[in-house]
């Protein structure tokens, strides 16, 4: 059973950061990606099957679970709301 924890938000940014930009193919350090940069943009280029690959491995680098109800009733525009599902996750399997 998980455990429930708080996850470092920081520690999960910059794991989303480069999943994110492993997704949209590019080579570039976390730190080049604001929190308010789009999922797909100018920079990013996620789509809805990739985005489900991104959270699964997500999930493998920080050892959470992310539940479905974590995205019932939320939209995924930014990379800050990414990180904002994730920081909401339970940590531990």
Known sequence: MPHELSLDRDAVATVVKK?????????????RV?????????????NSLG???ML????DE????????LFVGRSFRTVRDLIDVVTAAEVGR
């Open 19 to 31: 999943v994110v930009i492993a997704e949209s193919r590019l080579s570039l350090p976390p730190d």
């Open 62 to 69: 920080l050892d959470v679970i992310l539940p479905d109800d």
């Open 51 to 53: 985005f489900v690959g």
């Open 34 to 46: 604001a929190d308010d940069e789009p999922l797909v943009g100018d920079l990013l280029n996620v």
């Open 56 to 59: 699964v491995r997500i999930e």
